[in-house]
C-alpha cells in the first residue's frame, strides 16, 4: 500500500459561534473572524505537521485547494507544495487536487506544476479536480460548464507536458495562439496524476480509461459507497477491456489512533465533530448548485448519501464510525477497518486526514506517530 499524509488546514481559532449565525463556514461567512496574525500561527504548525510525515515513513504528503472557506486555508495548494520542497528531501507531494473549470487560463496550471516537479526533482502528483459546488459560488463560474470546462483544461496541461511547443489550442472554452510550455516537468511523460471525488459515475469512467487509468480517490465517504465506487471503477476497467490494479484505487479518510478505541473516540470527538457539523457545513443548493452535475449522477449520490436532500442532523463520532466515514480506535481497530475496505475493493492508496477541526498539535502529531508506528507497517 502507499500511504498519504494528508492535510486541509483548517482555521482552527474561529469563533464556532459567531460562525453558527451564518448559513455556512463556506462563501458567506465574514472574513471579519479571521485573524491573520493566528492565522500565521496556524501555517507554522501545519507545515511541521506536514514535513513531520518524511520522517515517520509516510510515502506522500497532500494538500489541496479550496476557496473563500475556513474549512481549508489553501486557496493556493501550489504556494504550500513549493514550502514543502524546501522543507523536505524525498517524499513525494501530492496536490489533490487543483479544481481546473474554475481556472481562466490552464497553461498557468501546467506551468506551475511543471516548475514545482523540476523544484522538487521529479517528487509531485498532479490531483485535478472540479471543485465542490461551492466553489463555483466562490469564483461565478457558471456550474453548468463544469464537466466541459474540466476535460478540455486536462486536455490541454497533458498536451501542453507532452507536446513539443509551441503549438496552437483552439477548444470551446480555452483558445491560445502560442503553447509552448518552459520549463517542463521533471518526470517523463509528465507528473502522475491522480483524480480525487466524492463520487460519479461520469469520472469514475473517464478516470478509468484506458488512455488514462488514473487512480480514483474516494473521498469523506461512508464505507458502503466507498466499496461502491471501487468497485464500479473496477467493473468500468472491466468494460473498457483491461483488470484496474489496486494502485488505481484510492481512499481518504479522517484517521484516528489511540491506545483503546474508549481513548481514540474520547480524544477524536471535538476534531471530527467540528469537522463535519461546522467546517463542512453548508446548505444543498451550495454543495450541488443546479448544472454541477448529471441527473444519473445526482439520483446515485442522493442514494448514497440521503443527508444532502435535508437538513442533516449533527453527526457524532458514534455516527461516524458506526458509517465508516471516519476510522477511529486503537491500532488494532483501525487496522481491522481498513482492511476490511481493502478486503473487498483491493484500493492500495491510503490518503490519511491525521489533523482534523479543531484537533489540537499535541493531538494530531501523536496520532501521526501512532499510525505510523503502529498502522502503517503492518499493513505494508
Given at each position: 500500500?502507499?500511504?498519504?499524509?494528508?492535510?486541509?488546514?483548517?482555521?482552527?481559532?474561529?469563533?464556532?459561534?459567531?460562525?453558527n449565525d451564518h448559513r455556512?463556514?463556506?462563501?458567506?461567512?465574514?472574513?471579519?473572524?479571521?485573524?491573520?496574525?493566528?492565522?500565521?500561527?496556524?501555517?507554522?504548525?501545519?507545515?511541521?505537521?506536514?514535513?513531520?510525515?518524511?520522517?515517520?515513513?509516510?510515502?506522500?504528503?497532500?494538500?489541496?485547494?479550496?476557496?473563500?472557506?475556513?474549512?481549508?486555508?489553501?486557496?493556493?495548494?501550489?504556494?504550500?507544495?513549493?514550502?514543502?520542497?524546501?522543507?523536505?528531501?524525498?517524499?513525494?507531494?501530492?496536490?489533490?487536487?487543483?479544481?481546473?473549470?474554475?481556472?481562466?487560463?490552464?497553461?498557468?496550471?501546467?506551468?506551475?506544476?511543471?516548475?514545482?516537479?523540476?523544484?522538487?526533482?521529479?517528487?509531485?502528483?498532479?490531483?485535478?479536480?472540479?471543485?465542490?459546488?461551492?466553489?463555483?459560488?466562490?469564483?461565478?463560474?457558471?456550474?453548468?460548464?463544469?464537466?466541459?470546462?474540466?476535460?478540455?483544461?486536462?486536455?490541454?496541461?497533458?498536451?501542453?507536458?507532452?507536446?513539443?511547443?509551441?503549438?496552437?489550442?483552439?477548444?470551446?472554452?480555452?483558445?491560445?495562439?502560442?503553447?509552448?510550455?518552459?520549463?517542463?516537468?521533471?518526470?517523463?511523460?509528465?507528473?502522475?496524476?491522480?483524480?480525487?471525488?466524492?463520487?460519479?459515475?461520469?469520472?469514475?469512467?473517464?478516470?478509468?480509461?484506458?488512455?488514462?487509468?488514473?487512480?480514483?480517490?474516494?473521498?469523506?465517504?461512508?464505507?458502503?459507497?466507498?466499496?461502491?465506487?471501487?468497485?464500479?471503477?473496477?467493473?468500468?476497467?472491466?468494460?473498457?477491456?483491461?483488470?484496474?490494479?489496486?494502485?488505481?484505487?484510492?481512499?481518504?479518510?479522517?484517521?484516528?489512533?489511540?491506545?483503546?478505541?474508549?481513548?481514540?473516540?474520547?480524544?477524536?470527538?471535538?476534531?471530527?465533530?467540528?469537522?463535519?457539523?461546522?467546517?463542512?457545513?453548508?446548505?444543498?443548493?451550495?454543495?450541488?448548485?443546479?448544472?454541477?452535475?448529471?441527473?444519473?449522477?445526482?439520483?446515485?449520490?442522493?442514494?448514497?448519501?440521503?443527508?444532502?436532500?435535508?437538513?442533516?442532523?449533527?453527526?457524532?463520532?458514534?455516527?461516524?464510525?458506526?458509517?465508516?466515514?471516519?476510522?477511529?480506535?486503537?491500532?488494532?481497530?483501525?487496522r481491522e477497518r481498513i482492511?476490511?475496505?481493502?478486503?473487498?475493493?483491493?484500493?492500495?492508496?491510503?490518503?490519511?486526514?491525521?489533523?482534523?477541526?479543531?484537533?489540537?498539535?499535541?493531538?494530531?502529531?501523536?496520532?501521526?506517530?501512532?499510525?505510523?508506528?503502529?498502522?502503517?507497517?503492518?499493513?505494508?
Open positions: 500500500m502507499k500511504f498519504v499524509c494528508f492535510h486541509l488546514m483548517p482555521y482552527r481559532p474561529l469563533d464556532l459561534d459567531a460562525a455556512s463556514a463556506w462563501v458567506v461567512l465574514p472574513n471579519s473572524l479571521y485573524d491573520p496574525k493566528k492565522g500565521a500561527a496556524e501555517y507554522d504548525s501545519y507545515l511541521d505537521q506536514l514535513a513531520y510525515a518524511e520522517p515517520l515513513g509516510f510515502d506522500a504528503i497532500g494538500v489541496n485547494e479550496h476557496h473563500q472557506t475556513a474549512y481549508g486555508m489553501m486557496p493556493a495548494p501550489n504556494l504550500i507544495a513549493s514550502a514543502l520542497i524546501q522543507r523536505t528531501k524525498k517524499v513525494q507531494i501530492a496536490i489533490l487536487g487543483r479544481a481546473l473549470p474554475l481556472v481562466s487560463n490552464p497553461i498557468n496550471i501546467a506551468e506551475e506544476f511543471a516548475m514545482l516537479d523540476v523544484l522538487s526533482k521529479g517528487r509531485i502528483i498532479t490531483g485535478f479536480v472540479r471543485g465542490i459546488g461551492a466553489e463555483y459560488h466562490s469564483t461565478g463560474v457558471n456550474p453548468a460548464f463544469s464537466h466541459e470546462r474540466f476535460h478540455e483544461a486536462h486536455d490541454l496541461i497533458i498536451k501542453a507536458w507532452t507536446t513539443p511547443g509551441p503549438f496552437e489550442f483552439e477548444g470551446e472554452h480555452f483558445r491560445f495562439r502560442y503553447v509552448n510550455l518552459w520549463p517542463k516537468p521533471y518526470q517523463t511523460p509528465h507528473p502522475p496524476v491522480w483524480i480525487p471525488s466524492m463520487g460519479s459515475r461520469e469520472t469514475v469512467v473517464w478516470a478509468s480509461a484506458p488512455e488514462r487509468k488514473y487512480p480514483f480517490m474516494v473521498t469523506f465517504s461512508p464505507e458502503t459507497a466507498v466499496v461502491r465506487y471501487h468497485n464500479m471503477y473496477r467493473e468500468a476497467a472491466l468494460a473498457h477491456g483491461y483488470t484496474a490494479a489496486g494502485g488505481q484505487l484510492g481512499w481518504a479518510v479522517p484517521i484516528y489512533v489511540a491506545a483503546t478505541d474508549e481513548r481514540a473516540r474520547d480524544e477524536a470527538r471535538e476534531g471530527i465533530e467540528t469537522l463535519f457539523n461546522n467546517f463542512l457545513r453548508m446548505p444543498p443548493e451550495m454543495l450541488l448548485p443546479p448544472g454541477y452535475t448529471s441527473i444519473s449522477s445526482l439520483k446515485v449520490t442522493m442514494k448514497m448519501r440521503p443527508a444532502l436532500g435535508a437538513q442533516p442532523h449533527k453527526q457524532t463520532v458514534e455516527d461516524l464510525i458506526a458509517s465508516g466515514t471516519a476510522v477511529i480506535g486503537s491500532p488494532a481497530t483501525v482492511e476490511r475496505v481493502r478486503d473487498q475493493t483491493g484500493f492500495d492508496i491510503l490518503i490519511t486526514l491525521l489533523q482534523f477541526g479543531v484537533m489540537s498539535d499535541e493531538l494530531a502529531l501523536r496520532n501521526m506517530e501512532l499510525f505510523a508506528g503502529e498502522v502503517m507497517p503492518k499493513l505494508r
